[in-house]
C-alpha cells in the first residue's frame, strides 16, 4: 500500500536541535490538515445554489410543456401543416328563360408567401417583371396589403392573369421561392353593358368590407353595386379549406380536404333578356331609361338605362384609366336612371293630379275654359297649346293634357292636399326594388320649402306641381309602380326582380274603384285620339299619358313662339316622357320611358314604347279602334274598362 505519508528530515548531527524543531512543526502541520472541515455555511450555499438551478429548469420545463404546450404545439403543427383556401364560385344569374346573364370563369392570379420568400423587394421586382405592372404600383400594393394575412398565408398580388403569361411564369417560378400560382373564379358577365346597372358587379373585398363580415378574407370577392350586392349573401356561396403539408423550405408534400366548398345560390330573374335587348335598341343610344312592368304581380321585365358599362371591367379589374373616363363623362354611364336619377314628370303627373280631383269631390263633369295661359300677378302662366283647348272638362283635359285645367282645379284644392295625396300614393319614398342606392324622389310642401329656402308657399307654385313641374322629382319606376296600381285595383306593389318573389303589397292608392277606372278610361282614350296615340294599336287594349318636363324656365323665339328642342342647347333640352299600358291574349303591361333631354313625349318617347309593344305583341295589325266594353278577359287581367 502506498505511503502518503512524508518521510522524516535526515539526520544532520550539528544542527540537532533544529532538526527536532522541525520535526515537531512538521507533525504538527500533518494533525491540523487530516482533521480541516471546510465552512459549512458554503457547502449550504452551494445546495441552495443547485436547487435553484433544478427548480428553475423544472418551472420552465413546466411552462413551455404544459402552461404553453398547447400554443406551441399548434405552431408546430402550423409549421408543417397549412390551410389553403378554396374559393367557392358565385352563383350564376339567369333570366326567366335561363338564359345566362353573370357566369364564372377559371381565372390565374399569383401571390406571395412572405415566410418563405427570402428576398421580398426582389420578388416584387420579378413580379413587375412577369406582369408588366410598374414596380411602384406592385410595392404599394404589397405596403398596403401585407398585414392583413398572415406571414404563412398567400398573399395575392395579382388577380388575373392571361393563360399565355401562366405558362412562363411556371417554366421560372422555381427559382423564386414563396411565389405561387393560383386558380380561382372570375364573375363574367356575357351581356355587358345590357345588364350593367341591374347585376352590378364584383370587386376585391376592402377592409371595412372585412371588418362588417367575419367570412371574408384578404382576395375575395364581393358585390359592390346592383344584385351582385344586394344579393351577396345568396350569391356567395361557403369557401371550403384544404390542410397542406409542407417541408422545411416549404414544399407541398401533400394536401388533405377539411371542408368541401359550396358554391352560391343560382338565381332566376323576372326580366326577359331578349325583351331587354328591345328595349336596348329602341332607345338608340339616347341618354334614357326603360320600364316594363307586370302590373298584377310587380314583377319587372325589362329594366334598362342607357348609356351604361361593361361590368366585366370591374370584375376583371379596373384600370385607373377607364375607371375616370367612366367617372368623368358628361353622360353618366354608371347611373341608374330607372331608380337613382329623380326627374321633374310633367304631364305624366296628371294621372295623379286626376285622381285626387275626384276623390276630393270635382266633378268630371265641370269645365273649365282654356284660352292658352292664365295671369297670376305679373306672372304667366301658359299652356302648351298656344291657342288654348277651350271648354275643357277632366277627360278631356287628360286626353288633350290641358295644362290651364290643372292650374285651376289644384288651386282650388291647394298644395297641403296635393301633397298629402301624392304620398300617400306612393311619391317622395322609394319603391322598394331590390336595388341599391334608390333615391326617394321629392313631393314638395310648404314645410319643405320653409326648411330648403327659409321662404313662404306662393299660389304659382301650386301651378307648377299640379303639372309637374317646378320642385316635384320623381323616378321613372314610381310611375311604373302607381300606372300598375290603377290597373290592379290600387295595390302599390314592390317591383320585383326575381321570379320566384311573391307578390307584395306596400300600400294603396287613396282612391275609390270607379276612380281609377275614370283615369283608366281617359289614358286609354289618350292613346286612341289624345297625345299617346302613336302607342294606339288595333289588335290590343292600349293606353298612355305622355309628358314634355321643363328643364330650364321655358324660352321664346321672336313673335311669342316657343323654342323648338333643335333650337336650344343640348342640356337645356326638356325630358321626355310616355307612361303607357297594353293588354293582349291575357298578358298586360306597364311602360315606362323616360328621355333625358329628349323634347316632346310624344313625338321622342312615344316611338320607344311603340317598339317594345311590337316585341310584346308583335307587328302593330293597323290603327287604332275604339275599345268594347268590359268582359270577362279583361276584368280577368283587371284593367278597368269603360
Known amino acids: 500500500m502506498r505511503n502518503n505519508k512524508q518521510p522524516l528530515p535526515p539526520d544532520s548531527g550539528d544542527a540537532a536541535p533544529e532538526r527536532k524543531q522541525g520535526i515537531r512543526s512538521w507533525l504538527k502541520i500533518q494533525v491540523e490538515s487530516e482533521g480541516y472541515q471546510p465552512p459549512r455555511g458554503g457547502v449550504i450555499l452551494l445546495q441552495v445554489l443547485v436547487g435553484l438551478l433544478f427548480f428553475l429548469f423544472v418551472v420552465r420545463f413546466w411552462y413551455l410543456q404544459v402552461h404553453r404546450g398547447e400554443e406551441f404545439a399548434r405552431q408546430a403543427q402550423e409549421n408543417r401543416l397549412r390551410q389553403e383556401r378554396i374559393f367557392a364560385p358565385r352563383g350564376r344569374i339567369l333570366d326567366d328563360r335561363d338564359k345566362v346573364l353573370a357566369d364564372n370563369r377559371t381565372a390565374y392570379g399569383l401571390s406571395l408567401v412572405r415566410e418563405d420568400c427570402r428576398d421580398i423587394p426582389a420578388a416584387l421586382a420579378q413580379i413587375s417583371a412577369w406582369s408588366g405592372i410598374p414596380l411602384a404600383q406592385i410595392r404599394e400594393k404589397y405596403q398596403q396589403d401585407r398585414f392583413k394575412v398572415k406571414s404563412f398565408e398567400p398573399l395575392l398580388m395579382i388577380t388575373d392573369i392571361d393563360f399565355d403569361l401562366v405558362a412562363r411564369i411556371e417554366s421560372e417560378i422555381y427559382a423564386w421561392p414563396g411565389l405561387e400560382i393560383v386558380v380561382r373564379t372570375k364573375r363574367s358577365y356575357p351581356e355587358k353593358d345590357l345588364f350593367a346597372h341591374v347585376l352590378g358587379y364584383v370587386a376585391e373585398v376592402n377592409e371595412q368590407e372585412m371588418a362588417r363580415d367575419e367570412a371574408l378574407a384578404m382576395g375575395d370577392l364581393v358585390g359592390k353595386q346592383g344584385l351582385e350586392l344586394e344579393l351577396e349573401k345568396t350569391l356567395r356561396g361557403r369557401k371550403g379549406l384544404y390542410d397542406v403539408e409542407v417541408d422545411a423550405h416549404a414544399r407541398v408534400l401533400g394536401k388533405m380536404l377539411r371542408e368541401e366548398p359550396h358554391s352560391g345560390r343560382e338565381v332566376n330573374l323576372s326580366l326577359d333578356r331578349d325583351l331587354q335587348q328591345a328595349a336596348w335598341d329602341a332607345l338608340g343610344g339616347e341618354a334614357a331609361c326603360v320600364v316594363v312592368m307586370e302590373p298584377d304581380t310587380g314583377k319587372l321585365r325589362a329594366l334598362v338605362t342607357s348609356p351604361a358599362y361593361d361590368n366585366n371591367l370591374f370584375a376583371a379589374g379596373i384600370s385607373r384609366r377607364d375607371w375616370d373616363a367612366l367617372r368623368t363623362s358628361n353622360r353618366f354611364p354608371m347611373q341608374n336612371r330607372v331608380i337613382q336619377s329623380a326627374y321633374p314628370p310633367g304631364s305624366v303627373w296628371k294621372l295623379v293630379m286626376a285622381a285626387l280631383f275626384l276623390e276630393r269631390g270635382i266633378s268630371s263633369r265641370e269645365t273649365v275654359f282654356c284660352p292658352g295661359q292664365i295671369k297670376l300677378g305679373n306672372q304667366i302662366f301658359r299652356c302648351w297649346k298656344r291657342g288654348g283647348h277651350g271648354a275643357m272638362n277632366l277627360e278631356n283635359a287628360l286626353v288633350n293634357s290641358c295644362d290651364v285645367y290643372f292650374y285651376l282645379m289644384a288651386e282650388r284644392l291647394g298644395i297641403d292636399k296635393l301633397e298629402e295625396f301624392a304620398r300617400a300614393s306612393g311619391f317622395g319614398k322609394p319603391t322598394g326594388i331590390d336595388l341599391p342606392h334608390e333615391r326617394s324622389g321629392l313631393v314638395p310642401s310648404r314645410r319643405w320649402k320653409k326648411q330648403r329656402f327659409g321662404r313662404d308657399w306662393v299660389r304659382g307654385e301650386t301651378y307648377n306641381v299640379s303639372i309637374g313641374q317646378g320642385y316635384t322629382q320623381v323616378t321613372p319606376v314610381q310611375i311604373a309602380v302607381y300606372v300598375s296600381a290603377l290597373l290592379n285595383g290600387g295595390d302599390l306593389l314592390k317591383p320585383q326582380l326575381l321570379n320566384d318573389a311573391p307578390r307584395e303589397v306596400r300600400g294603396r292608392v287613396p282612391a275609390r274603384p270607379e276612380t ?52 336650344m342647347e343640348y342640356n337645356q333640352r326638356d325630358h321626355a316622357w310616355i307612361a303607357t299600358w297594353g293588354s293582349k291574349n291575357g298578358k298586360a303591361y306597364v311602360v315606362v320611358v323616360m328621355v333625358e333631354h329628349g323634347g316632346g313625349g310624344s313625338s321622342v318617347a312615344g316611338p320607344i314604347a311603340k317598339k317594345i309593344f311590337e316585341h310584346l305583341f308583335g307587328p302593330d295589325a293597323g290603327p287604332p279602334v275604339a275599345q268594347p266594353a268590359a268582359t270577362p278577359a279583361a276584368r280577368a287581367n283587371r284593367i278597368p274598362t269603360g
Do not use: P
Not at 543 to 565: E, I, M, N, Y
Open 516 to 567: 281609377l277606372q275614370f283615369v283608366v278610361n281617359a289614358m286609354r282614350k289618350t292613346a286612341g285620339i289624345g297625345t299617346a296615340r302613336v302607342v294606339g294599336r288595333k289588335d290590343a287594349d292600349m293606353g298612355g299619358k305622355t309628358g314634355t318636363a321643363q328643364v330650364v324656365k321655358l324660352k321664346l323665339a321672336a313673335g311669342d313662339r316657343r323654342l323648338r328642342s333643335s333650337e
